[in-house]
Structure formats: C-alpha cells, structure tokens
C-alpha cells in the first residue's frame, strides 16, 4: 500500500523475499534497504507480518525537489537530500526542480542520502533550504549554490542573483530578499547582483553580464 511511482510487482520483485520463504527468515531492514536501493522514490517501508503466511508492505513515497550534477551526469534529488533517478537538465526546468550546487561529495548513490566529504556540509546545507522552503521566495529560486557555508547564493526570477554570506539569520535575509525585490528597481529586465550579507548595509548592483547559471 502507498505505492504510486512503482507497481506491486516492482516493489515485490526489489525486496528479495520469494513465495515459500519462512515467515521469519528475512531482516525488516534489509528488506527495507532493498526496496530503497532500487526503487529510489521509496523513502520509508513498513513491514507487517501475520503468520502463518502474510507479509504487507506500507510504502512511502517523496517527489524530486532539486536536481544536481554527480559525475557528469544530472539526476533528481529530495527534500530529504536523497538522489533519485537521472534527468535531463531541460526536463528538470520544465518541471521547476531547483538546482543545487553542492560542495565536495564523498558518495552518491541513487536511493540514498548524499554523503558529502565534511559532514557540516550536510547541516548547514539543511538549513538553507528549510529556511529557503518556508520563505515568499520559494517558488521564484531556480538554483541555491551552496559549494561554501560562507558564500550562498541564489538565483532569483531567473535574473537575480541574491548573495547571502554565511547562514546566520538566513530567515531574516530571506525575509530582507523579499521586501528589497518589491521595489521598482527591479520591475525591468535588467539583470542584477543583490548583497544580503550585511543587514545594514545592502546593496544592489545591476549587470546584465551577469553569470546565473
């Protein structure tokens, strides 16, 4: 139950637990794993058994939230830092995924969490993109660069490049992005560099050689 990205006979095929097996025979957590590792949506399984001879499988799914490059390749990525499946740059555009550029990776595997080489990378990355999801920006930020807890950027209406320093007060810069895009400055084209770093002392400069990718 709870499938929706993948049918029964998938789910039962991943989970390595064949018809005449002993009720008890197998892990729950490994059963789990499996189920995970190669059905990569699946973020949670619940195994109930009811002897003498019954198993049921509750499935929980996540969606694709962002998508990053690993190895020269993009793949799909979840609110909870999983990698998912691969993707195609144009196909996450079109389905407004955020994309992330992530710092130093120690493994990257689908179905998993990424493992990054300095494991603060994982907490400070979570903060940003919490605030960032609770935050009026959300559905205007197309890519949150996050290579160094001291330099995050983003990347805003797709002309917008928004620089925030460390994650100090991120909800307040956040709040302080939003309130400085309301003025008519920026109701043209025109490209431009937003510093949020300093809450006192914000600048804007406008460049329409500006780098967003």
Request: glycine letters at 6%; charged letters at 25%; proline letters at 4%.
């Amino acid at each position: 139950t709870g499938n929706s990205q993948y049918t029964a006979e998938e789910i039962l095929a991943s989970c390595g637990v064949d018809l005449g097996d002993h009720l008890y025979s197998f892990s729950s957590r490994v059963v789990q794993e499996k189920i995970m590792l190669q059905c990569p949506y699946v973020s949670a399984v619940d195994v109930e058994r009811t002897p003498p001879g019954s198993i049921a499988f509750s499935i929980e799914e996540e969606a694709p939230m962002y998508y990053a490059e690993f190895y020269g390749e993009f793949w799909e990525i979840s609110p909870s830092l999983r990698i998912l499946d691969p993707i195609s740059k144009t196909d996450a555009k079109e389905q407004g995924l955020m994309k992330l550029k992530l710092p130093q990776i120690q493994e990257a595997i689908s179905g998993k969490k990424i493992v990054f080489s300095n494991e603060r990378s994982g907490t400070y990355m979570q903060t940003v993109l919490d605030a960032l999801a609770a935050s009026d920006l959300a559905g205007r930020i197309s890519v949150v660069d996050l290579r160094s807890p001291h330099n995050i950027a983003m990347v805003c209406d797709e002309k917008y490049k928004l620089l925030f320093g460390n994650t100090d007060v991120i909800e307040t810069k956040l709040r302080l992005a939003v309130a400085v895009l309301e003025d008519e400055l920026f109701s043209g084209d025109n490209k431009a560099s937003v510093d949020l770093t300093d809450l006192n002392a914000t600048s804007v400069i406008i460049d329409n050689q500006l780098d967003l990718n």
